[in-house]
C-alpha cells in the first residue's frame, strides 16, 4: 500500500478532492502502523530475556540491621519573677527507657511537679505532685473609683401640647 495515490482526473472538481482525502488518510494510517511497529521493537529487551538475574540466596535479603540505640538528654526551665512565670522540663533516654519530669507555678501560687517513667514492658507511669500553699492574693487592677452617683433631677411634668383650642 505504500505509495498508493488515487487520481480521478477525469472527474469533477469535488471528486479530487475527495479523492485526495482519502490518500490522505491512508498515509495517516500507515504513519500509525509504523510507529506502533518501531514502539514495539524498541520495547523489546536487547539481552534476549526481561527477568533479571535472581539474588544470591533464593532470591532472599537479609533484613537491615536495627537503627540505633536512641539516647537523649534535654533541660530547659524559664523562671520570670516579675511576669510570675516558673516551668520548665528535663528528659532523659535510654533505649526503651524515659524518665523525666515537668514542673509549672500555678496560678494560686503551688507548683506542680509531675515525675514520669516509660519503660518497654511497663508503659507510662506518671506521679502529679503539688507543693507549697495556695494563696489567694487578690491583685489589684488600679484604684477603684469613687462611685459618681448625682441626685436625679427633680420632676417636671411634661407641657401639653395645644392643638387649636383644648
Avoid at 28 to 49: F, K
Wanted: proline residues 12%; aromatic residues 10%; glycine residues 10%.
Amino acid at each position: 500500500m505504500l505509495g498508493c495515490r488515487w487520481e480521478m482526473i477525469s472527474e469533477p472538481l469535488g471528486s479530487v478532492v475527495v479523492s485526495r482525502m482519502i490518500t490522505a488518510l491512508l498515509s495517516l494510517r500507515q504513519v500509525v502502523a509504523l510507529i506502533a511497529l518501531v514502539a514495539a521493537a524498541s520495547a523489546r529487551p536487547e539481552s534476549g530475556h526481561s527477568a533479571p538475574a535472581p539474588a544470591a540466596g533464593y532470591g532472599y535479603a537479609p533484613p537491615p540491621p536495627p537503627p540505633a540505640k536512641p539516647e537523649y538528654s534535654f533541660d530547659w526551665a524559664v523562671k520570670d519573677d516579675y511576669a510570675g512565670l516558673d516551668f520548665g522540663q528535663n528528659e532523659h533516654r535510654d533505649g526503651y527507657n524515659t524518665e523525666g519530669a515537668h514542673h509549672v507555678l500555678l496560678p494560686d501560687g503551688r507548683v506542680q511537679k509531675i515525675v514520669y517513667k516509660v519503660s518497654k514492658d511497663g508503659g507510662f507511669m506518671a506521679t502529679v505532685e503539688y507543693e507549697g500553699e495556695i494563696r489567694h492574693e487578690p491583685k489589684g487592677y488600679g484604684k477603684t473609683p469613687a462611685p459618681a452617683y448625682t441626685q436625679p433631677p427633680a420632676y417636671r411634668p411634661q407641657p401639653t401640647p395645644a392643638y387649636g383650642n383644648a
